[in-house]
């Protein structure tokens, strides 16, 4: 757990990133990639990553770590990247137009895992930060997406986070989980991609806590009602990703043996191919991260390593009643506070 000064009073010099922010966040992202490739590959027991190295012709580049065909993951992908140029792609600019006409730094990790076993839920997580000129922002998350509905995942999971959150600030689990819940929508299907967890944007130390689009939704709502907020510094909001980082594996990996050896046949298979189904739709038409790397000519293996190897889709499928695949869309693809989750 990363200690965080109370005593720090913000300033107008210490709301700016330090001389050595980009370097330090860099060296943070990489181990943070390390860690969580190590705890990777002892629970699945028998894979190891395989990297590849890569650099962008405008600036950067980045190193991709793909396992595939494990004892636990059908494919998995951690990715860390740092790239800079002069042209700022046209979603950053359409957030932030104060930007334009500044060189930009941008550094991040992410990962997405698709489980073999239908029981095993997927998993993303994304932590990066940006740097323009006088605009600069800590953004990222993690969200489970299962399969088939148990509750004390979900809860382990979003508890795990929000123990993580409440060390920095009480106001974080709340917000973020609430954007979260909005971020991770598919609007052409009406529906979650899963459980949610945390997602945040543009933090910069600055009220309001919510920076998104949606005014009128439940995220925005919540922030506005809050009362003001003291500024946050650059270490505070560092101090907060690196916890927010480092407790990916205390969130997920307890989950993940705990199903791994559950029995599973066609059935099961099938359904967990289909909302697979979900995941790339979402990835394709909405991720922003996605659309990031794509505008700022990433590498394109890398930045599509979160597509599973194997999905299917169906014409109007529906599940059949008083199932398990029911439950999952009547009970666990409707946001909830699964922190206070009780038995």
Not at 39 to 44: C, M, N, V, Y
Not at 276 to 282: K, L
Not at 289 to 307: D, H, K, V, Y
């Amino acid at each position: 757990m990363t200690v965080v000064t109370t005593d720090v009073t913000p300033s107008k010099e210490n709301l700016f990133p330090p001389a050595d922010a980009k370097e330090r966040v860099s060296q943070f992202m990489k181990s943070l990639q390390d860690e969580i490739c190590q705890g990777l590959e002892e629970l699945d027991g028998t894979g190891k990553f395989r990297e590849d190295s890569w650099n962008r012709e405008e600036g950067g580049g980045g190193r991709s770590r793909v396992l595939r065909d494990g004892g636990v993951l059908e494919q998995g992908g951690v990715n860390f990247s740092e790239v800079w140029g002069k042209q700022l792609p046209p979603s950053i600019l359409k957030q932030r137009p104060e930007a334009e006409g500044h060189e930009f730094y941008a550094t991040g990790t992410s990962l997405v895992l698709h489980p073999r076993n239908p029981y095993i839920p997927t998993v993303h997580l994304n932590y990066r930060y940006f740097e323009a000129g006088p605009v600069w922002w800590f953004g990222g998350g993690a969200d489970l997406t299962p399969y088939y509905p148990y509750a004390e995942d979900a809860a382990h999971f979003h508890r795990t986070f929000k123990a993580a959150c409440d060390q920095h600030h009480p106001e974080y689990y709340p917000v973020f989980k609430r954007w979260c819940d909005e971020y991770f929508y598919l609007k052409h299907r009406g529906e979650t991609r899963g459980i949610g967890g945390l997602f945040f944007d543009y933090q910069d130390g600055l009220d309001p806590l919510y920076r998104g689009p949606h005014a009128d939704q439940g995220a925005a709502i919540y922030s506005q009602q809050l009362p003001p907020q003291s500024p946050r510094t650059w270490e505070q909001l560092f101090a907060f990703v690196n916890d927010c980082g480092r407790a990916f594996l205390p969130a997920y990996v307890p989950i993940a043996q705990r199903r791994k050896n559950t029995e599973y046949g066609d059935r099961e298979r099938q359904f967990q191919l289909y909302r697979r189904g979900r995941y790339v739709e979402f990835n394709l038409v909405y991720d922003r991260g996605t659309i990031f790397g794509l505008q700022t000519n990433g590498r394109t293996e890398s930045i599509l390593m979160s597509l599973p190897p194997l999905v299917r889709w169906e014409y109007c499928y529906t599940p059949e009643p008083n199932t398990p695949e029911a439950e999952l869309y009547e009970r666990f693809l409707v946001p909830q506070d699964w922190a206070n989750w009780n038995k």
